[in-house]
């Protein structure tokens, strides 16, 4: 049933890559920082299952997955902030985070063959603050990546919690393993799902006619 949950979640992320690719060239730098995330997901995802099938070890991939998500989400709520100190945090914090990453692979290579829980806490807490920085701009203004945000917020936040349960149930019975992992694909299914309804919501034909006709009456 975990599969189900598991290819579900894929199917649909599948379903978000080419949709949001049929608008790169359409909707501006924003918007292509987002398709570039959605790819990377892609290609992780595409990769780790190529090396299960193989029975090769592929844990080394979710740090890629972790950087990519830091990086392209970050350049893209760095796009969309309205003042010069808002800008400033995104720049300086992503460099900051970037730095200790590096350090910390430095001094503890170890890191790189397992899950890192300092990497995954402050580049997945980074981007929150960065959502949680839009969705106050959005209190005084148009709701823009409104459904999206709120996925990652929730995504992640939950995400994070799930990946320091599952370091702790390590040595626990493979039904608490279980239940961490199928919640996670729900919260993965969720998100997806979120990020579809964001498309539909304000770059299909329908949502860019209607806007269209809202801004003609304006």
């Known amino acids: 049933m975990n599969l189900i949950f598991v290819y579900l979640g894929y199917f649909i992320l599948l ?12 909707h501006g730098k924003t918007f292509q920082y987002l398709v570039y995330y959605l790819t990377i997901l892609v290609i992780v995802q595409v990769s780790m299952e ?31 902030m309205k003042t010069i100190a808002q800008d400033s945090i995104i720049k300086n914090t992503m460099i900051v985070g970037s730095l200790l990453l590096l350090l910390d692979y430095c001094f503890y290579p170890e ?6 829980l300092f990497e995954i806490t402050l580049t997945s807490l980074l981007v929150v603050l960065y959502a949680v920085m839009h969705l106050y ?17 929730l995504y992640l936040l939950s995400s994070t919690v799930l990946f320091f349960v599952g370091n ?7 039904a608490v393993k279980f ?3 199928t919640l996670n694909s729900f919260l993965v299914i969720l998100f997806q799902l979120l990020i579809f309804v964001e498309w539909k919501k304000s770059f299909s034909e329908k949502a860019l006619k209607s806007n269209h006709e809202r801004k003609s009456n304006v």
């Not at 701009?137 to 917020?153: D, P, R, S, V």
């Open 111 to 116: 890191q790189f063959f397992k899950f890192n």
């Open 168 to 174: 702790l149930t390590i040595g626990l019975s493979d």
């Open 50 to 80: 190529i090396l299960v099938l193989q029975s090769i070890d592929n844990l080394y991939l979710v740090h890629g997955y972790f950087i990519g998500q830091f990086l392209c989400l970050g350049f893209f709520y760095k796009s969309l």
């Open 15 to 26: 379903i978000n890559f080419f949709l949001y690719w049929g608008g790169f060239s359409k």
């Open 179 to 181: 239940l961490t992992w």
């Open 137 to 153: 701009n959005m209190l005084l203004e148009n709701k823009q990546y409104y459904y999206l945000t709120i996925g990652i917020i």
